[in-house]
């Protein structure tokens, strides 16, 4: 009698295990499904209308980039006269994700910033640097909100009132898909992050 008792209890043990590591699988299963759809940062701010409101602590960012002349005009470059000076920066919060993890969160925000090139004005100092701000673009990730994926908002540089995103299919989208490695973003230009491109995350 008591042998029967101990191989019971031995089955109802092995079923359990057995329905325990089904439960385990499952759960698994599901976190992987979830890995692909990471909780939104929050971070960015929308009016009702789903304008995008200008976040206020951009000076914050993370500078992750900046080029000359990239003003996408289709005229030679010229480096007596190279265009616009533009610096990319990203939010913190997306910054520390993506380095934790190897990829953008939902509610990853990249902002571009057009600067005037300025030559140095006094004698003896070569060179340019940034002068006047001139115009700035925001590049959102978000893989629940946007049908590409993605949404790019324009602000002027003294008018920073809420945007809204430009129509899903725009050029933006386009040439960032095909040129931006990775999710459509221009990592490679990026020193401060373009070895998660090759090496995955830190
Ligand atoms: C012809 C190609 C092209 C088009 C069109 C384009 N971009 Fe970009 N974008 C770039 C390149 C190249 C960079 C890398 C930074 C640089 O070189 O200035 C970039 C970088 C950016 C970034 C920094 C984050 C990132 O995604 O790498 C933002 C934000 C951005 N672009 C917004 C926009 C917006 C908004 C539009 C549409 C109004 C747009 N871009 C259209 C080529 C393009």
């Known amino acids: 009698m008591r042998q029967i008792v101990v191989k019971l ?3 109802i043990i092995l079923i359990a295990v057995v329905v325990g590591a089904g439960w385990v699988h499952v759960v698994l299963a599901q976190s992987t499904a979830d890995e692909h759809l990471p909780e939104g940062l929050g971070i960015a701010q929308f009016t009702p209308s789903d304008e995008l409101i200008y976040p206020s602590d951009t000076d914050r960012w993370v500078v992750v980039g900046a080029s000359i002349g990239g003003d996408y005009s289709e005229t030679e470059f010229d480096p007596s006269n190279p265009g616009p000076i533009s610096v990319v920066q990203l939010e913190l919060n997306a910054y520390t994700y993506l380095l934790e993890n190897g990829r953008y969160a939902d509610g990853t925000m990249f902002l571009l910033s057009f600067y005037q090139t300025q030559e140095k004005p006094e004698p003896g100092l070569n060179g340019f ?67 998660i491109v090759t090496q995955g995350p830190e």
């Open 9 to 11: 209890c031995t089955r």
């Open 129 to 195: 640097v940034q002068g006047d701000l001139m115009a700035l673009e925001m590049h959102v990730i978000d893989r629940v909100k946007y049908q590409d994926n993605r949404g790019f908002y324009m602000f002027a540089a003294d008018e920073r009132g809420p945007s809204a995103m430009l129509p899903a299919g725009n050029e933006c989208v386009q040439c960032h898909a095909e040129h931006g490695v990775f999710d459509s973003t221009f990592t490679q230009f990026y020193p401060t992050i373009r070895h």
